[in-house]
């Protein structure tokens, strides 16, 4: 009887509609998303060339080494350490196996990277707002995909802003390693509340994402393990409340859940148990080393609180840097702060408190009682409400433990340590758009009296016309979402001078070594990248084993690598400044430009390759 229907843990609607269909499905969001992604990104990933450089060249580097299933390491940290496991690496090595090795859709292999991120990216969001959708019901769901997309265009567009701090700008879709753990963040922290609201069906997403973080960023562990004990913890009590017979613990009632969660952290654990056990010192141990002997002076609790809430202004303070950074303090430049971005604190104030307090109302969409009176889809389950309750309490421990990473973060507190901020700012966005979702379809509900002819109207053109608006404020923002291409004259300059180099001086192994300059270096280990890919030896002078990797420096206390002798092959990597005075010291060097500032000098080995005129 329509009297005695019930709302049911499906979301607004009751629990007897159908499920989402397949256009709410994550693949087909994801496969939405990549491809939105990838053809406004299309100059960019299949016409430009890029050879990389710096951080770039040294990820790459390490990608070479996932790609034949050796790499146990995640990025180099400038404190001497890994990154605790190589995951994204071995995702873009699958990216260059495929789109570069196999069918040369891209001119340059660090392109198929891009796409390799762009699918990473994209299944993230998509399982992000699939799981949300999965909990709204009716055509709330249609609306909430309208709102947050919307949200999504404004927030990740300014975002993406912000990012033109790095060198490129590169866009919000950035490969540098502290861009790319927005999205996974994000992931975790939703699908950690689905869990805590009984929903262990989204375990595996929250290990998955999770495992991501943690082998991202050192400092991940912080943030993902209190976050799966809450959630888990919750899930026990939610089974143990429930009081099903025969089930009362989770890990029977979601038995494959469980043993697909529990693979996914052995296949995650695997590089870094085999590190452990292989290396000596491991990289783990070289953490903890650091961590125990570490003298950094730490952060005042004020100082971490204005740093996290310097992530919703979109803009750094006190001035612009490289690197933008909280590098000093003082009350009056942070009252200016605060004045000058009051509006947008104001939107944050109420985007975070509204939906609150219209959870907390006694009437309203979210007063969740068994509809009495013919099938009113306008109250949305309590299944729902405690969904989005529990959103608040995770991404509430989020912010906790993001001011206590502020406090204990050594050295200046730079913007780049702490990006996935963002992606806690945008799951409060998200809960204002499931409030909204509902409020909309409370309001269209046919059991309110106004809602007479425009009803039907409204619900069928209404999501549309919001989804168009996403839309337009997406192609607005279009080039925030978009990397630039480097220039293509020097691209072609590094290659070809390259190229030139290996015909002058054919003998292996190359010798590399450069300027303790800052330029110097990124150039050196991109030429040591572009022999990697070429196959051809080489071995570095500078003992820098965190870039280059332990087994290409030369040291006197390692026995096995090859010795230079007077008539090795010599690759130096110089500033264009300070080739004129080896050339003068030494008329058997070659010069070749590799950048407009930056040289590669050549001694080649004795007897071999062709002699060249100068």
């Given at each position: 009887?329509?009297?005695?229907?019930?709302?049911?843990?499906?979301?607004?609607?009751?629990?007897?509609?159908?499920?989402?269909?397949?256009?709410?499905?994550?693949?087909?969001?994801?496969?939405?998303?990549?491809?939105?992604?990838?053809?406004?990104?299309?100059?960019?990933?299949?016409?430009?060339?890029?050879?990389?450089?710096?951080?770039?060249?040294?990820?790459?580097?390490?990608?070479?080494?996932?790609?034949?299933?050796?790499?146990?390491?995640?990025?180099?940290?400038?404190?001497?350490?890994?990154?605790?496991?190589?995951?994204?690496?071995?995702?873009?090595?699958?990216?260059?196996?495929?789109?570069?090795?196999?069918?040369?859709?891209?001119?340059?292999?660090?392109?198929?990277?891009?796409?390799?991120?762009?699918?990473?990216?994209?299944?993230?969001?998509?399982?992000?707002?699939?799981?949300?959708?999965?909990?709204?019901?009716?055509?709330?769901?249609?609306?909430?995909?309208?709102?947050?997309?919307?949200?999504?265009?404004?927030?990740?567009?300014?975002?993406?802003?912000?990012?033109?701090?790095?060198?490129?700008?590169?866009?919000?879709?950035?490969?540098?390693?502290?861009?790319?753990?927005?999205?996974?963040?994000?992931?975790?922290?939703?699908?950690?509340?689905?869990?805590?609201?009984?929903?262990?069906?989204?375990?595996?997403?929250?290990?998955?994402?999770?495992?991501?973080?943690?082998?991202?960023?050192?400092?991940?562990?912080?943030?993902?393990?209190?976050?799966?004990?809450?959630?888990?913890?919750?899930?026990?009590?939610?089974?143990?409340?429930?009081?099903?017979?025969?089930?009362?613990?989770?890990?029977?009632?979601?038995?494959?859940?469980?043993?697909?969660?529990?693979?996914?952290?052995?296949?995650?654990?695997?590089?870094?148990?085999?590190?452990?056990?292989?290396?000596?010192?491991?990289?783990?141990?070289?953490?903890?080393?650091?961590?125990?002997?570490?003298?950094?002076?730490?952060?005042?609790?004020?100082?971490?609180?204005?740093?996290?809430?310097?992530?919703?202004?979109?803009?750094?303070?006190?001035?612009?840097?490289?690197?933008?950074?909280?590098?000093?303090?003082?009350?009056?430049?942070?009252?200016?702060?605060?004045?000058?971005?009051?509006?947008?604190?104001?939107?944050?104030?109420?985007?975070?408190?509204?939906?609150?307090?219209?959870?907390?109302?006694?009437?309203?969409?979210?007063?969740?009682?068994?509809?009495?009176?013919?099938?009113?889809?306008?109250?949305?389950?309590?299944?729902?409400?405690?969904?989005?309750?529990?959103?608040?309490?995770?991404?509430?421990?989020?912010?906790?433990?993001?001011m206590v990473w502020a406090c204990?973060?050594?050295?200046?507190?730079?913007?780049?340590?702490?990006?996935?901020?963002?992606?806690?700012?945008?799951?409060?966005?998200?809960?204002?758009?499931?409030?909204?979702?509902?409020?909309?379809?409370?309001?269209?509900?046919?059991?309110?009296?106004?809602?007479?002819?425009?009803?039907?109207?409204?619900e069928l053109l209404g999501p549309?016309?919001?989804?168009?608006?996403?839309?337009?404020?997406?192609?607005?923002?279009?080039?925030?979402?978009?990397?630039?291409?480097?220039?293509?004259?020097?691209?072609?300059?590094?290659?070809?001078?390259?190229?030139?180099?290996?015909?002058?001086?054919?003998?292996?192994?190359?010798?590399?070594?450069?300027?303790?300059?800052?330029?110097?270096?990124?150039?050196?280990?991109?030429?040591?990248?572009?022999?990697?890919?070429?196959?051809?030896?080489?071995?570095?002078?500078?003992?820098?084993?965190?870039?280059?990797?332990?087994?290409?420096?030369?040291?006197?206390?390692?026995?096995?690598?090859?010795?230079?002798?007077?008539?090795?092959?010599?690759?130096?990597?110089?500033?264009?400044?300070?080739?004129?005075?080896?050339?003068?010291?030494?008329?058997?060097?070659?010069?070749?430009?590799?950048?407009?500032?930056?040289?590669?000098?050549?001694?080649?080995?004795?007897?071999?390759?062709?002699?060249?005129?100068k």
């Open positions: 009887m329509p009297g005695n229907v019930s709302t049911g843990p499906a979301g607004c609607a009751p629990k007897t509609e159908a499920p989402p269909g397949w256009w709410w499905r994550a693949p087909t969001l994801a496969l939405i998303f990549f491809a939105v992604i990838l053809s406004n990104n299309a100059q960019f990933v299949f016409q430009a060339q890029q050879y990389e450089i710096s951080d770039d060249a040294a990820n790459s580097l390490q990608v070479l080494k996932a790609k034949q299933f050796r790499e146990l390491l995640g990025q180099y940290s400038r404190f001497g350490f890994h990154h605790p496991g190589p995951a994204f690496f071995y995702v873009y090595a699958l990216g260059e196996a495929l789109f570069y090795d196999a069918t040369h859709l891209v001119p340059t292999p660090f392109n198929a990277q891009f796409i390799a991120l762009y699918a990473l990216s994209a299944f993230f969001l998509g399982a992000t707002l699939s799981l949300i959708a999965r909990r709204i019901g009716g055509a709330g769901r249609k609306w909430f995909l309208g709102f947050s997309l919307l949200l999504a265009a404004w927030h990740f567009g300014a975002v993406g802003k912000f990012y033109e701090f790095i060198p490129g700008p590169p866009g919000f879709f950035s490969i540098w390693p502290p861009c790319v753990l927005v999205l996974p963040f994000l992931c975790c922290v939703v699908a950690a509340a689905s869990v805590a609201s009984g929903s262990g069906r989204d375990l595996p997403l929250m290990v998955l994402a999770g495992c991501f973080l943690v082998h991202g960023y050192v400092s991940m562990p912080l943030f993902v393990l209190p976050l799966s004990l809450l959630a888990y913890g919750a899930l026990i009590h939610h089974s143990r409340a429930a009081g099903l017979p025969g089930a009362p613990w989770p890990w029977r009632t979601f038995r494959r859940q469980h043993w697909f969660a529990g693979a996914i952290v052995v296949l995650f654990l695997v590089p870094i148990v085999i590190d452990l056990v292989t290396a000596h010192p491991s990289n783990v141990q070289v953490i903890l080393d650091h961590i125990r002997s570490s003298d950094a002076e730490r952060k005042g609790a004020l100082k971490a609180l204005l740093y996290f809430l310097h992530f919703g202004a979109y803009a750094a303070y006190p001035h612009f840097d490289p690197i933008p950074a909280f590098e000093t303090f003082d009350f009056p430049g942070t009252v200016l702060f605060f004045r000058t971005h009051w509006l947008a604190y104001s939107l944050w104030l109420t985007a975070v408190l509204l939906p609150l307090a219209t959870l907390l109302r006694r009437k309203g969409p979210f007063l969740n009682l068994n509809a009495s009176a013919g099938r009113d889809v306008a109250h949305p389950s309590k299944d729902l409400k405690a969904f989005l309750l529990w959103m608040y309490l995770v991404l509430g421990t989020a912010c906790v433990l993001s204990i973060l050594e050295g200046p507190m730079f913007y780049y340590v702490s990006l996935f901020n963002f992606a806690i700012y945008y799951g409060f966005l998200l809960i204002l758009a499931i409030v909204a979702a509902c409020w909309v379809e409370h309001l269209l509900s046919p059991s309110r009296s106004y809602a007479g002819n425009w009803r039907r109207p409204v549309a016309l919001v989804a168009l608006v996403a839309f337009a404020s997406f192609a607005h923002e279009a080039r925030r979402f978009r990397s630039n291409p480097p220039d293509q004259d020097q691209q072609r300059l590094f290659a070809a001078s390259i190229e030139r180099a290996l015909e002058i001086d054919p003998a292996q192994p190359k010798f590399l070594n450069f300027e303790p300059e800052p330029v110097a270096w990124t150039e050196a280990v991109g030429v040591a990248l572009y022999l990697e890919r070429r196959g051809i030896s080489w071995m570095v002078r500078e003992d820098w084993p965190i870039v280059f990797g332990r087994d290409r420096v030369i040291t006197d206390r390692r026995p096995g690598p090859p010795v230079p002798t007077p008539s090795s092959s010599f690759w130096r990597i110089v500033l264009s400044k300070n080739s004129p005075a080896l050339l003068a010291n030494d008329r058997r060097l070659h010069v070749l430009p590799l950048t407009n500032n930056v040289d590669l000098v050549i001694q080649p080995a004795l007897g071999t390759g062709p002699q060249v005129e």
